[in-house]
């Protein structure tokens, strides 16, 4: 594969799928790598210190073959080594926060916010201080939901199980009288019609996967980094551990088979 001019993407794992696959859909003619950390899965306990450094490890792999645009397809790393990878690496770096607290603050209407994401993310405060820098005035709400991560690698994305695992999370939130919902995990898209269905219509979802591939639009058009289209796009995915396991459950993160994968030692 001729992976010069790839975009491309990493994540500690097969969430990060979920912002790849809107990526294809809204730049289909772009080739992408992704890389997904599978040996050191999940981030979200580290420190920042070990969080920098290994998402450093990974964007000097995927640099090292060509890329022209790197995306942090991980909200915990995203929260602490994106604004190192940015001094460091001479090429555009996206990250999923951002992206997702433009969205949020676009489409609320009350100014009352309410954010999901693993404990790591919750923790580190991203979405409020992102939010805050656009829109002093908004109030944010967090809750952590850490079991919509094995519910959606396991495929338990409907039924009884995760209704009921979306109440016990989002009551408390929606009592806050919030009119969006950021879901502030590359798992939760997998999920979205069961919290959608919790929430109510009166509550906006940000899918920080949709908006982050919008940037990716953005930022290719602003710069001129646009493929030519004479090509066909190529797809290729990097992991560091257990390949075949990445295959079977990223093809429902993806949307689709997943073909070229290869192990690489991070």
């Not at 993407?9 to 730049?27: C, E, H, M």
């Not at 792999?61 to 909200?75: E, F, P, S």
């Not at 009119?179 to 919790?198: F, N, S």
């Not at 066909?232 to 093809?251: I, K, N, W, Y």
């Amino acid at each position: 594969m001729d992976e010069e001019g790839a975009i491309g993407v990493f994540d500690s794992g097969v969430g990060g799928l979920t912002v790849l696959r809107q990526i294809t859909l809204r730049v289909p003619g772009e080739s992408t790598i992704y890389l997904g950390d599978t040996a050191r899965v999940p981030y979200g306990t580290k420190s920042p210190q070990t969080v920098i450094r290994y998402a450093r490890t990974c964007a000097r792999l995927l640099t090292d073959r060509g890329i022209k645009m790197l995306v942090v397809a991980c909200n915990t790393a995203s929260a602490f080594a994106v604004e190192t990878l940015r001094k460091e690496l001479p090429l555009p770096v996206l990250d999923v926060i951002g992206p997702g607290a433009r969205t949020a603050v676009r489409k609320t209407r009350t100014g009352r916010i309410g954010v999901i994401g693993t404990s790591g993310t919750v923790a580190s405060r991203a979405y409020p201080d992102a939010i805050a820098q656009l829109a002093p005035d908004a109030q944010v709400f967090c809750k952590p939901c850490p079991l919509f991560v094995p519910l959606a690698e396991e495929g338990w994305t409907d039924g009884e199980v995760p209704r009921a695992v979306a109440h016990a999370y989002l009551d408390e939130l929606l009592r806050e009288n919030i009119d969006t919902l950021v879901l502030g995990c590359t798992h939760y898209p997998l999920l979205a019609r069961v919290i959608a269905e919790t929430a109510g219509n009166a509550i906006a979802l940000v899918d920080s996967a949709e908006a982050t591939a919008e940037a990716v639009e953005e930022t290719l058009g602003r710069l001129g980094l646009g493929g030519n289209g004479l090509n066909s796009p190529q797809r290729h995915f990097l992991v560091s551990d257990a390949p075949e396991s990445f295959s079977r459950v990223g093809a429902r993160f993806f949307g689709s088979d997943l073909e070229h994968v290869e192990w690489v030692d991070c």
